[in-house]
């Protein structure tokens, strides 16, 4: 009698596939453990701290053309930002200065705005610093919208950053803005403009206190303006037996 013998492969694919999905199960499972614990550390972490040069000198002076703000800060860039100057990437410096007038019975009103924006950058050929300032109280959308007014070379880098971490009689606000018998304040403000930069180097910059640079102020404006004493009157002397002509 034949006897016919049949063989069946038992299928591993089933076993398999149940060790594929335990495994995304687990790494699943682990990645959702990783993002909740870098959300919670994201949550309890505070903002991060902005490093402020410091104020070595402010002055408010109002006069009967203008009203003026001087400002005097120390170092205004970290050692990253001098490495990415070396390296050939241009920074932005800004100061920006508001004048507003008090209001009880409504917001304060803004009487007046100017933008001073520095554009910093190595030239490695001739191994000099250059800085270019746009035109006060320009803004635009971005680096190219700039229009720039003077434009100065340096031969080191400790030199041009006393340039830009100051401001001399910068006149803010014309005399016939300010009301008289009214309260004023000037609320002034310098940083490093990271939006101004490429867009590759804005990438994560924002979180970095390195790259977060900012200082700012508040001052009462004098309420009237201050008047320089008349010139003395000068005696000329007449010697006997001159005729004066």
């Not at 800060?73 to 004048?99: C, H, I, N, R």
């Not at 001739?126 to 100065?152: E, F, I, K, N, P």
């Not at 009689?169 to 304040?185: N, S, T, V």
């Not at 994560?204 to 900012?214: F, L």
């Amino acid at each position: 009698m034949d006897t016919t013998v049949s063989f069946t492969h038992a299928s591993t694919r089933p076993g398999l596939e149940g060790a594929v999905r335990r495994a995304a199960t687990r790494l699943s499972l682990r990645w959702v453990r990783a993002l909740v614990w870098v959300l919670a550390l994201a949550c309890l972490a505070g903002p991060v701290m902005a490093r402020e040069p410091e104020i070595q000198f402010v002055s408010l002076q109002r006069n009967a053309e203008a009203l003026t703000l001087s400002v005097r800060l120390g170092s205004v860039a970290t050692a990253a930002v001098e490495d990415a100057l070396l390296k050939g990437v241009p920074m932005y410096f800004v100061w920006q200065a508001d004048v507003y007038r008090d209001r009880w019975y409504w917001t304060d009103k803004r009487v007046s705005s100017m933008v001073r924006t520095f554009r910093l950058a190595y030239q490695p050929l001739t191994r000099r610093w250059r800085l270019s300032q746009a035109h006060d109280g320009v803004t635009g959308s971005g680096a190219a919208a700039l229009q720039y007014a003077l434009h100065q070379n340096f031969e080191s880098l400790d030199e041009v950053l006393a340039v830009v971490g100051r401001v001399s009689g910068w006149a803010i606000a014309d005399a016939a803005r300010l009301d008289d018998g009214a309260q004023h304040r000037v609320e002034w403000r310098f940083s490093l403009d990271l939006s101004l930069l490429p867009r590759p180097f804005q990438i994560g910059m924002a979180n970095q206190s390195d790259w977060n640079i900012e200082v700012d102020g508040r001052l009462n404006v004098p309420h009237q303006a201050k008047v320089d004493p008349p010139p003395p009157d000068i005696a000329v002397e007449v010697k006997p037996g001159e005729a004066a002509r």
